[in-house]
């Protein structure tokens, strides 16, 4: 009986076999953002000039920070319909406290961070302590940010600072900076990952009640998706605003739902503990170039919204599909 | 006895569940170095009990010793900061984790917030070792969610072990595995009581408990009833503490059934299947024998039309597609599925929609209920299998564990189907409603249904069955008749198939033809 | 102490069972708001508001029909897309009828109709392709506005017959709109539906448990795909009845009615995890949802501060009722 | 080091600009409307005189619901595209402001419409929002006259449209001794609108007037209808079709304003871009605050002139909206 062989716990997987339990889902996520820019690039050639490949990246950074944002949420096990409401909130925060000036751009950056991270911790708390179902949690609380965002900015206006605004429009040694952001969101998730909170928010995801007797701080872990969700929301809530340039209480009112989209195509499933934000981060790509490609193949306008729920709809059904199920 | 206070010791533990008294001043005093069992029939309160130690159950009042020293134990953690540790009858694992990453779930090594691979594969690596004998080939970098369920529940004792407790609560953690699964996790509990700790222990199998424990506290209705030494008190007595006296039921073989063929089954493939042969009479109990995850369950499945499988099936002479379960259950097919939590009941639901559910079609006209047919069904089947509920309107998931087993043989019961296919269908049911539906069993074999029943307890077989086939890799590979079902010829065939498996299995032929 | 006292005291533990139930806690709710609304301001509470309240009440209500069985399905079940599929159906029942009384009935049939077929696609999306409802309707929110886009070109003409203005604005029926008639018919039968059909029964079934419907013969994806189709079914004919109060009909007539019809279902206390639950809840949620707006709109707060209540008030029902189970027993 | 990414301004960009044909570029980021369908039909017929001609080689529409971020795609997907000249119906009157910067970097006219923006390298082309509300706020004054209370139904709090208009709809009641006595979002929403109305009737029994933006006086009529008040109370109307058609439903004793809001500045935006494309300056002394184009309001309709008004355009469907677009003649008055 105990002739049998050990375990190979202290070896590393041949990588051989790490590829092949890569996921289909990474597969289809992969597929569908390949096929997008391949389309992008031949239906509109001046997305690869300099100026294109910055404006496209500059256009994606804030979807795909709120993707990677809802992503860390929905493997939580929730979904955070406020987060365009957060970074409308952040912004018109920042906007007011940056007042245009260079110098204060730090100030800004931390303010929005910091007001993100707030409104990430009221929805953790509402979800880990008042129990409430996060779907509605969040809608609620969606109507409180924007709210608060319209006392803070009752009109548009303001202006960034053009450090923020000029940064954003600059390339390092050719290399847009916007490029270099999305890079670096993904790096940054390379050390997130490694977190131990990561691993128990991914646990709660993966099944709350198992998790909670298995000594993970459930609470503590859905705080902590929704607390980073809000941070990183805030940083997107910078992006928005190097984009924009200025104040907009009403800035970033499909980012919820899109961000939403943007992980389910990146093989995330809705139930959680599945999938990782660097899908989410092709997600929201796959699902910005669907917009370009259909402008760029000149639908009747009429037709165009028609096409693009058909498209987002498919891509959607090819990453659900694709997504490992979850036996029951 | 020594002047040493044990090292727990719970007292007046009271618990509400809405208006069911769980635990009214239960209590329990272990010491180290002991094997304490806790005993007592479905819904008495040992899971709750256990939980309340555990930390995963807010008592409404108690007093808990831990060495001693009264404790408040409010939460998992809190209780693993004591040193308690527990696997609970319902697996706590993430599906989506790997082995080890559920392992050490809870616990995970590292610093500054970081995640240490590196040692998180040294604290796992001893105990995939430890366990490597019954778990067979499993590593740590699998998801759990591949693993087979007696593997999932090793994974989850393993996670206790890796806690290194001083108080092991084990919630029936054997009930889903094998004679030699149990050994290797015996040899393991004996360890640690050697090593002082103190093991809370959960089965429903009495030799398990007789085999294992030390001393035993006697659960009834939520109270303490006894506090017994296993040593020298006969199993009778045991029993007659937990459920009073219960009528045992005798194996009668009597005659052989000789009714007309009712289930004929042909080349039956599919998932683990491998082209199943087998015949069985109306009036006919035929067990499925053999190691477990031979395909005993799958056959049942694929039977009830539950998973996708090829080859021929007839039920009294006519061909039966396996389409779906719906199907199956239109020709008179009915199946006791084997995780009652997932697959037999659904959980928020009264008792008596659940009994109803099957049946439904029956009662309904143009898709209209006669809700009063619909009660007196219900009623009906409260009745003959005696289940013990508040009322009728209850959730199901208010049920102990036996009862909620009858709700679901009761289900079955009012569709008056021909075929019933049992898979575990006492997994986890205690003593006295074992007896009762070993009688439901036995009744509905007298009525003339088949009755085809996997059970991971030779015993039971050994008890209900007219004739077990033993499965091996996916087909059948021996029977036995009448006075030839023993639990020794049931062990002995198992095996010897297995030792005989370096053969090409298909040189055996089935010998299942009655 | 307390808890000894209510179980040996039958009357008293009714009550505080009562109590606990979350519909009638949503009764009590509404009832507190519109007197909160009545002394604040004397004429929130007359019963012509009253009626006006319900009325508009009503067009939520009845989307929140199918709202609720999809919630019942359980499997996250859910619709996003009702909003759209109201406001389409909307469209053609006014484009067909266009302002004519005979036409009415082969308007209400056409747009029962498409939204019929909007709900099988949703259903068949997630029974055959196992996409989750979320993604599934949230997808089929893109395709039907489009789809409203594509039908139109972008102007919505054609106006509701009379007798649907009538039914919605005239106060026919012992002094109330005809459209609460309906309503409270559709809720009957609804709620019968629910309670005395196989459907009804299978469709608890399947919301409690997949595997165990399944194994219990219950015909689990024939039972979902008919609960996204009845959903559809009864946005298009909360789309309708909106016509029949806007009389003309604008391309985004009942879109912003999506969320809202979750909010009631949930503020009913059907459970969003499936299988419990009702309609008479999620009626009532749609009460207390309209009753708030208008509470808040009659009151002269600053829009930001409106929305920020908004807010907080649905955080704070919920919290009354609304939560999940906890962990630790 | 550093640089900022942008593209040589086109050739055609800023001299020799008689070149041509020339694309178009229009981004609009809000189609649930008929008000839009309504200005992108103008827009494109407008264009289609310009392409028979040869002028003007594509009109490329970015045409869709979205959010500002959205819209930024849109302008930039219209950049890579290579257009001369962007048309935009902006859903933000500053947070595009820096995307029309990257585009005018690069030499592409922009124009906003319908909504003004503040960036100064764009030429907003449209109707002065504050005066379209002054003049239906005095008329509404007048009629309720001093110290009369009034209600407003408004679009959407913090939207600049909505604040230009109620800023200077509130100055005017004030000056004229009206008391308000509460505002109401009505989301530029018919329906919405219309449960406002009646939840302002019912709590608010001895109102005069309701002060009201187009997309929901119809909305608001109906509720008054409903509540058999709308001979008691007076509001101000909206210039389309289904508004006008219930009025001309009402008995004399109604009365009521609709100030021409027309969506046909998208048309009138081409020429002026099409103009400036083929080499003409724009006349500064014709610019308000350097780069607003001012459109005069067209005659309100009034009893005055209802019959009139309705007589023309009767035969077109509820949600037509009262138009003017202004010739290519005419936009000559811009230029020097
Ligand atoms: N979460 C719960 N909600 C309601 N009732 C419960 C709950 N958990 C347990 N009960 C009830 O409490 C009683 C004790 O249950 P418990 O699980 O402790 O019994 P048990 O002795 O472990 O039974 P078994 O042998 O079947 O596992 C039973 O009547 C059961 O129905
Ligand atoms: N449903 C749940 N989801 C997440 N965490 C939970 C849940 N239930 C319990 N927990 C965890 O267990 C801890 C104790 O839970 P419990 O509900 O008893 O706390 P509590 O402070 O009494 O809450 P309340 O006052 O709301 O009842 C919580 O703080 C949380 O960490
Ligand atoms: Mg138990
Ligand atoms: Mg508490």
């Given at each position: 009986?105990?002739?049998?062989?050990?375990?190979?716990?202290?070896?590393?997987?041949?990588?051989?076999?790490?590829?092949?339990?890569?996921?289909?889902?990474?597969?289809?996520?992969?597929?569908?953002?390949?096929?997008?820019?391949?389309?992008?690039?031949?239906?509109?050639?001046?997305?690869?000039?300099?100026?294109?490949?910055?404006?496209?990246?500059?256009?994606?950074?804030?979807?795909?920070?709120?993707?990677?944002?809802?992503?860390?949420?929905?493997?939580?096990?929730?979904?955070?319909?406020?987060?365009?409401?957060?970074?409308?909130?952040?912004?018109?925060?920042?906007?007011?406290?940056?007042?245009?000036?260079?110098?204060?751009?730090?100030?800004?950056?931390?303010?929005?961070?910091?007001?993100?991270?707030?409104?990430?911790?009221?929805?953790?708390?509402?979800?880990?302590?008042?129990?409430?179902?996060?779907?509605?949690?969040?809608?609620?609380?969606?109507?409180?940010?924007?709210?608060?965002?319209?006392?803070?900015?009752?009109?548009?206006?303001?202006?960034?600072?053009?450090?923020?605004?000029?940064?954003?429009?600059?390339?390092?040694?050719?290399?847009?900076?916007?490029?270099?952001?999305?890079?670096?969101?993904?790096?940054?998730?390379?050390?997130?990952?490694?977190?131990?909170?990561?691993?128990?928010?991914?646990?709660?995801?993966?099944?709350?009640?198992?998790?909670?007797?298995?000594?993970?701080?459930?609470?503590?872990?859905?705080?902590?998706?929704?607390?980073?969700?809000?941070?990183?929301?805030?940083?997107?809530?910078?992006?928005?605003?190097?984009?924009?340039?200025?104040?907009?209480?009403?800035?970033?009112?499909?980012?919820?739902?899109?961000?939403?989209?943007?992980?389910?195509?990146?093989?995330?499933?809705?139930?959680?503990?599945?999938?990782?934000?660097?899908?989410?981060?092709?997600?929201?790509?796959?699902?910005?170039?669907?917009?370009?490609?259909?402008?760029?193949?000149?639908?009747?306008?009429?037709?165009?919204?028609?096409?693009?729920?058909?498209?987002?709809?498919?891509?959607?059904?090819?990453?659900?599909?694709?997504?490992?199920?979850?036996?029951? | 006895?020594t002047e040493t206070s044990p090292l727990v010791r719970l007292t007046g533990v009271r618990k509400r569940y809405g208006g069911v008294r769980a635990l009214q001043g239960a209590s329990l005093t272990a010491a180290g170095g002991e094997v304490h069992g806790l005993l007592g029939p479905n819904g008495s309160g040992k899971s709750t009990l256990g939980k309340v130690l555990a930390g995963s159950v807010r008592p409404d009042?108690?007093?808990?010793?831990?060495?001693?020293?009264?404790?408040?134990?409010?939460?998992?953690?809190?209780?693993?900061?004591?040193?308690?540790?527990?696997?609970?009858?319902?697996?706590?694992?993430?599906?989506?984790?790997?082995?080890?990453?559920?392992?050490?779930?809870?616990?995970?090594?590292?610093?500054?917030?970081?995640?240490?691979?590196?040692?998180?594969?040294?604290?796992?690596?001893?105990?995939?070792?430890?366990?490597?004998?019954?778990?067979?080939?499993?590593?740590?970098?699998?998801?759990?969610?591949?693993?087979?369920?007696?593997?999932?529940?090793?994974?989850?004792?393993?996670?206790?072990?890796?806690?290194?407790?001083?108080?092991?609560?084990?919630?029936?953690?054997?009930?889903?595995?094998?004679?030699?699964?149990?050994?290797?996790?015996?040899?393991?509990?004996?360890?640690?009581?050697?090593?002082?700790?103190?093991?809370?222990?959960?089965?429903?199998?009495?030799?398990?408990?007789?085999?294992?424990?030390?001393?035993?506290?006697?659960?009834?209705?939520?109270?303490?009833?006894?506090?017994?030494?296993?040593?020298?008190?006969?199993?009778?007595?045991?029993?007659?503490?937990?459920?009073?006296?219960?009528?045992?039921?005798?194996?009668?073989?009597?005659?052989?059934?000789?009714?007309?063929?009712?289930?004929?089954?042909?080349?039956?493939?599919?998932?683990?299947?491998?082209?199943?042969?087998?015949?069985?009479?109306?009036?006919?109990?035929?067990?499925?024998?053999?190691?477990?995850?031979?395909?005993?369950?799958?056959?049942?499945?694929?039977?009830?039309?539950?998973?996708?499988?090829?080859?021929?099936?007839?039920?009294?002479?006519?061909?039966?597609?396996?389409?779906?379960?719906?199907?199956?259950?239109?020709?008179?097919?009915?199946?006791?599925?084997?995780?009652?939590?997932?697959?037999?009941?659904?959980?928020?639901?009264?008792?008596?929609?659940?009994?109803?559910?099957?049946?439904?079609?029956?009662?309904?006209?143009?898709?209209?209920?006669?809700?009063?047919?619909?009660?007196?069904?219900?009623?009906?089947?409260?009745?003959?299998?005696?289940?013990?509920?508040?009322?009728?309107?209850?959730?199901?998931?208010?049920?102990?564990?036996?009862?909620?087993?009858?709700?679901?043989?009761?289900?079955?019961?009012?569709?008056?189907?021909?075929?019933?296919?049992?898979?575990?269908?006492?997994?986890?049911?205690?003593?006295?409603?074992?007896?009762?539906?070993?009688?439901?069993?036995?009744?509905?074999?007298?009525?003339?249904?088949?009755?085809?029943?996997?059970?991971?307890?030779?015993?039971?077989?050994?008890?209900?069955?007219?004739?077990?086939?033993?499965?091996?890799?996916?087909?059948?590979?021996?029977?036995?008749?009448?006075?030839?079902?023993?639990?020794?010829?049931?062990?002995?065939?198992?095996?010897?198939?297995?030792?005989?498996?370096?053969?090409?299995?298909?040189?055996?032929?089935?010998?299942?033809?009655? | 102490?307390?808890?000894?006292?209510?179980?040996?005291?039958?009357?008293?533990?009714?009550?505080?069972?009562?109590?606990?139930?979350?519909?009638?806690?949503?009764?009590?709710?509404?009832?507190?708001?519109?007197?909160?609304?009545?002394?604040?301001?004397?004429?929130?509470?007359?019963?012509?508001?009253?009626?006006?309240?319900?009325?508009?009440?009503?067009?939520?209500?009845?989307?929140?029909?199918?709202?609720?069985?999809?919630?019942?399905?359980?499997?996250?079940?859910?619709?996003?897309?009702?909003?759209?599929?109201?406001?389409?159906?909307?469209?053609?029942?006014?484009?067909?009828?266009?302002?004519?009384?005979?036409?009415?009935?082969?308007?209400?049939?056409?747009?029962?109709?498409?939204?019929?077929?909007?709900?099988?696609?949703?259903?068949?999306?997630?029974?055959?392709?196992?996409?989750?409802?979320?993604?599934?309707?949230?997808?089929?929110?893109?395709?039907?506005?489009?789809?409203?886009?594509?039908?139109?070109?972008?102007?919505?003409?054609?106006?509701?017959?009379?007798?649907?203005?009538?039914?919605?604005?005239?106060?026919?029926?012992?002094?109330?709109?005809?459209?609460?008639?309906?309503?409270?018919?559709?809720?009957?039968?609804?709620?019968?539906?629910?309670?005395?059909?196989?459907?009804?029964?299978?469709?608890?079934?399947?919301?409690?448990?997949?595997?165990?419907?399944?194994?219990?013969?219950?015909?689990?994806?024939?039972?979902?795909?008919?609960?996204?189709?009845?959903?559809?079914?009864?946005?298009?004919?909360?789309?309708?009845?909106?016509?029949?109060?806007?009389?003309?009909?604008?391309?985004?007539?009942?879109?912003?009615?999506?969320?809202?019809?979750?909010?009631?279902?949930?503020?009913?206390?059907?459970?969003?995890?499936?299988?419990?639950?009702?309609?008479?809840?999620?009626?009532?949620?749609?009460?207390?949802?309209?009753?708030?707006?208008?509470?808040?709109?009659?009151?002269?707060?600053?829009?930001?501060?409106?929305?920020?209540?908004?807010?907080?008030?649905?955080?704070?029902?919920?919290?009354?009722?609304?939560?999940?189970?906890?962990?630790?027993? | 080091?550093?640089?900022?990414?942008?593209?040589?301004?086109?050739?055609?960009?800023?001299?020799?600009?008689?070149?041509?044909?020339?694309?178009?570029?229009?981004?609009?980021?809000?189609?649930?409307?008929?008000?839009?369908?309504?200005?992108?039909?103008?827009?494109?017929?407008?264009?289609?005189?310009?392409?028979?001609e040869g002028l003007l080689e594509d009109l490329v529409l970015e045409n869709a619901d979205t959010d500002v971020n959205g819209q930024i795609q849109q302008v930039r997907n219209l950049i890579n595209a290579g257009v001369d000249a962007i048309i935009v119906d902006p859903n933000s009157g500053s947070a595009l402001d820096q995307v029309f910067q990257e585009a005018t970097d690069q030499g592409i006219h922009v124009f906003?419409?319908?909504?003004?923006?503040?960036?100064?390298?764009v030429i907003n082309v449209g109707i002065d929002q504050a005066l379209w509300a002054e003049t239906s706020a005095e008329w509404l004054a007048e009629q309720v006259g001093e110290g009369g209370s009034i209600v407003a139904v408004n679009g959407i709090s913090g939207h600049p449209a909505n604040e230009a208009r109620w800023g200077a709809a509130e100055a005017v009641f004030e000056d004229a001794g009206v008391e308000v006595?509460?505002?109401?979002?009505?989301?530029?929403?018919?329906?919405?609108?219309?449960?406002?109305?009646?939840?302002?009737?019912?709590?608010?029994?001895?109102?005069?007037?309701?002060?009201?933006?187009?997309?929901?006086?119809?909305?608001?009529?109906?509720?008054?209808?409903?509540?058999?008040?709308?001979?008691?109370?007076?509001?101000?109307?909206?210039?389309?079709?289904?508004?006008?058609?219930?009025?001309?439903?009402?008995?004399?004793?109604?009365?009521?304003?609709?100030?021409?809001?027309?969506?046909?500045?998208?048309?009138?935006?081409?020429?002026?871009?099409?103009?400036?494309?083929?080499?003409?300056?724009?006349?500064?002394?014709?610019?308000?605050?350097?780069?607003?184009?001012?459109?005069?309001?067209?005659?309100?309709?009034?009893?005055?002139?209802?019959?009139?008004?309705?007589?023309?355009?009767?035969?077109?469907?509820?949600?037509?909206?009262?138009?003017?677009?202004?010739?290519?003649?005419?936009?000559?008055?811009?230029?020097?």
């Amino acid at each position: 009986m105990t002739a049998t062989a050990p375990p190979p716990v202290d070896e590393r997987t041949p990588i051989g076999e790490r590829l092949g339990r890569v996921r289909v889902a990474s597969w289809a996520t992969a597929g569908l953002l390949v096929a997008a820019v391949v389309l992008a690039v031949v239906l509109q050639p001046g997305i690869t000039t300099p100026y294109g490949i910055a404006s496209t990246f500059a256009t994606f950074l804030p979807l795909v920070l709120v993707a990677v944002a809802q992503a860390v949420v929905v493997i939580g096990g929730g979904l955070d319909l406020s987060a365009g409401a957060i970074v409308a909130l952040s912004s018109v925060v920042a906007v007011q406290v940056m007042q245009g000036s260079d110098g204060l751009a730090l100030v800004g950056f931390a303010a929005a961070i910091g007001t993100g991270l707030a409104c990430g911790i009221v929805n953790g708390l509402i979800v880990s302590r008042l129990r409430l179902q996060p779907l509605i949690a969040t809608f609620a609380t969606a109507s409180v940010f924007s709210g608060l965002a319209l006392l803070v900015l009752p009109t548009p206006g303001g202006t960034v600072p053009a450090v923020l605004t000029g940064t954003f429009r600059q390339a390092v040694a050719t290399v847009p900076v916007s490029l270099l952001l999305v890079v670096a969101v993904a790096l940054g998730w390379l050390v997130v990952r490694r977190l131990r909170i990561m691993r128990h928010i991914r646990a709660t995801g993966g099944g709350p009640a198992a998790a909670f007797a298995s000594l993970v701080p459930v609470a503590g872990a859905q705080l902590a998706s929704y607390a980073i969700c809000g941070g990183v929301c805030g940083i997107a809530a910078m992006a928005v605003l190097g984009n924009a340039g200025s104040g907009d209480p009403f800035i970033g009112g499909d980012l919820a739902l899109n961000s939403i989209a943007a992980v389910v195509i990146g093989g995330i499933a809705l139930r959680g503990g599945i999938g990782s934000p660097i899908g989410a981060i092709a997600g929201a790509i796959t699902l910005s170039l669907a917009s370009t490609i259909l402008f760029s193949i000149g639908l009747p306008t009429s037709w165009r919204a028609l096409a693009s729920g058909l498209v987002v709809i498919l891509a959607l059904a090819l990453s659900a599909l694709g997504a490992p199920r979850r036996q029951r | 006895m020594t002047e040493t206070s044990p090292l727990v010791r719970l007292t007046g533990v009271r618990k509400r569940y809405g208006g069911v008294r769980a635990l009214q001043g239960a209590s329990l005093t272990a010491a180290g170095g002991e094997v304490h069992g806790l005993l007592g029939p479905n819904g008495s309160g040992k899971s709750t009990l256990g939980k309340v130690l555990a930390g995963s159950v807010r008592p409404d009042a108690a007093e808990i010793e831990i060495d001693g020293a009264p404790v408040r134990i409010g939460s998992p953690r809190a209780a693993a900061r004591l040193g308690i540790a527990a696997v609970y009858q319902q697996l706590s694992l993430i599906p989506e984790l790997t082995v080890g990453e559920n392992l050490v779930l809870g616990q995970e090594p590292g610093r500054a917030g970081f995640l240490s691979d590196r040692a998180a594969r040294r604290r796992v690596g001893p105990v995939l070792e430890r366990l490597g004998p019954a778990l067979g080939d499993v590593r740590a970098d699998q998801p759990v969610r591949e693993l087979a369920p007696g593997q999932q529940q090793l994974v989850e004792i393993g996670k206790a072990l890796l806690r290194e407790p001083r108080i092991l609560l084990l919630d029936e953690a054997t009930a889903s595995l094998h004679r030699d699964q149990v050994a290797v996790v015996f040899e393991i509990v004996r360890e640690l009581r050697h090593a002082g700790a103190s093991i809370l222990f959960v089965s429903h199998r009495l030799d398990e408990i007789t085999d294992l424990c030390d001393r035993a506290t006697i659960l009834r209705s939520g109270e303490t009833v006894a506090e017994t030494p296993i040593a020298g008190v006969q199993p009778d007595a045991l029993v007659r503490l937990m459920v009073g006296d219960v009528q045992a039921v005798e194996r009668d073989h009597g005659e052989r059934p000789s009714g007309r063929v009712r289930l004929e089954v042909r080349d039956l493939a599919g998932g683990r299947l491998r082209g199943v042969r087998m015949q069985a009479r109306a009036g006919e109990i035929v067990g499925l024998g053999g190691l477990q995850g031979q395909g005993q369950s799958e056959l049942l499945l694929a039977l009830f039309g539950a998973t996708a499988a090829t080859g021929e099936v007839e039920v009294d002479g006519a061909p039966v597609r396996l389409a779906s379960p719906r199907a199956a259950a239109a020709r008179g097919i009915a199946l006791v599925p084997g995780d009652r939590g997932t697959q037999g009941t659904l959980p928020p639901r009264s008792i008596q929609e659940n009994l109803a559910i099957a049946s439904i079609g029956r009662r309904s006209r143009a898709g209209v209920l006669r809700a009063a047919g619909e009660r007196a069904a219900a009623r009906s089947m409260v009745d003959a299998l005696a289940i013990k509920l508040g009322d009728l309107g209850d959730p199901v998931s208010s049920l102990s564990g036996g009862n909620a087993q009858k709700v679901v043989f009761g289900k079955w019961l009012l569709t008056e189907p021909g075929v019933v296919l049992l898979d575990d269908p006492t997994k986890g049911v205690d003593v006295g409603a074992k007896a009762e539906i070993y009688r439901i069993i036995r009744r509905l074999a007298d009525e003339g249904a088949t009755v085809v029943i996997n059970s991971s307890e030779d015993r039971e077989l050994v008890t209900v069955c007219d004739r077990v086939l033993v499965m091996f890799e996916g087909a059948i590979h021996a029977e036995l008749v009448g006075d030839e079902i023993t639990e020794q010829r049931l062990v002995e065939a198992a095996l010897r198939i297995g030792a005989g498996s370096q053969h090409a299995p298909g040189e055996r032929t089935a010998e299942d033809a009655a | 102490m307390s808890r000894t006292d209510l179980a040996t005291a039958p009357v008293a533990s009714r009550a505080a069972r009562l109590l606990r139930d979350p519909v009638v806690i949503a009764a009590l709710i509404a009832v507190l708001l519109v007197v909160i609304g009545g002394v604040l301001k004397p004429g929130f509470a007359a019963p012509d508001q009253i009626v006006n309240m319900l009325r508009v009440a009503s067009f939520l209500g009845i989307i929140a029909i199918g709202q609720t069985i999809v919630v019942l399905s359980g499997g996250e079940g859910i619709d996003l897309s009702v909003g759209v599929t109201a406001t389409l159906a909307a469209i053609l029942a006014s484009r067909t009828m266009n302002g004519s009384d005979a036409l009415l009935v082969p308007g209400v049939l056409l747009a029962i109709g498409v939204a019929a077929l909007i709900g099988l696609t949703n259903g068949l999306g997630i029974v055959l392709l196992r996409i989750p409802p979320f993604v599934m309707t949230l997808g089929m929110l893109g395709v039907v506005s489009g789809l409203v886009l594509v039908v139109t070109g972008g102007v919505a003409d054609g106006r509701a017959a009379p007798a649907l203005v009538q039914l919605v604005n005239g106060r026919d029926v012992l002094g109330v709109p005809g459209i609460l008639l309906v309503w409270a018919v559709l809720a009957v039968l609804v709620t019968l539906l629910l309670r005395r059909t196989t459907f009804g029964a299978q469709l608890y079934a399947v919301g409690s448990s997949r595997e165990a419907s399944r194994l219990s013969g219950v015909p689990v994806g024939r039972t979902l795909v008919v609960a996204y189709v009845l959903c559809s079914v009864f946005a298009a004919l909360g789309g309708i009845a909106m016509v029949g109060y806007s009389q003309q009909v604008f391309l985004s007539l009942a879109d912003d009615l999506t969320l809202p019809s979750i909010a009631a279902v949930i503020i009913g206390g059907t459970l969003v995890s499936g299988g419990v639950g009702g309609y008479l809840g999620s009626a009532i949620g749609a009460i207390v949802l309209t009753v708030l707006t208008s509470l808040l709109t009659t009151l002269s707060m600053p829009e930001w501060a409106r929305t920020v209540v908004q807010g907080v008030v649905l955080i704070a029902l919920l919290a009354v009722y609304g939560r999940q189970r906890r962990l630790r027993a | 080091g550093c640089s900022t990414v942008s593209n040589e301004p086109a050739p055609s960009g800023s001299e020799g600009e008689a070149a041509g044909p020339f694309t178009i570029g229009v981004s609009n980021g809000f189609v649930g409307s008929e008000y839009r369908t309504q200005m992108i039909a103008d827009i494109e017929e407008a264009a289609s005189e310009y392409q028979d001609e040869g002028l003007l080689e594509d009109l490329v529409l970015e045409n869709a619901d979205t959010d500002v971020n959205g819209q930024i795609q849109q302008v930039r997907n219209l950049i890579n595209a290579g257009v001369d000249a962007i048309i935009v119906d902006p859903n933000s009157g500053s947070a595009l402001d820096q995307v029309f910067q990257e585009a005018t970097d690069q030499g592409i006219h922009v124009f906003a419409i319908d909504q003004a923006v503040t960036a100064e390298s764009v030429i907003n082309v449209g109707i002065d929002q504050a005066l379209w509300a002054e003049t239906s706020a005095e008329w509404l004054a007048e009629q309720v006259g001093e110290g009369g209370s009034i209600v407003a139904v408004n679009g959407i709090s913090g939207h600049p449209a909505n604040e230009a208009r109620w800023g200077a709809a509130e100055a005017v009641f004030e000056d004229a001794g009206v008391e308000v006595l509460t505002t109401a979002d009505g989301g530029w929403d018919q329906a919405t609108g219309q449960q406002q109305m009646a939840n302002l009737l019912a709590t608010y029994p001895d109102i005069d007037g309701v002060w009201t933006q187009d997309g929901m006086a119809l909305g608001v009529l109906q509720a008054l209808i409903a509540a058999e008040k709308q001979d008691e109370i007076v509001m101000s109307g909206e210039a389309r079709n289904g508004f006008l058609r219930l009025w001309s439903e009402q008995g004399d004793g109604f009365e009521s304003i609709g100030v021409v809001n027309p969506p046909g500045t998208g048309a009138t935006a081409l020429h002026i871009a099409m103009a400036m494309l083929q080499g003409q300056e724009l006349d500064e002394a014709q610019l308000e605050n350097g780069h607003d184009i001012v459109l005069e309001l067209e005659e309100p309709v009034t009893s005055a002139n209802f019959d009139e008004v309705w007589a023309e355009v009767e035969g077109e469907p509820d949600t037509y909206v009262l138009d003017s677009v202004l010739s290519r003649d005419d936009v000559q008055r811009f230029f020097q």
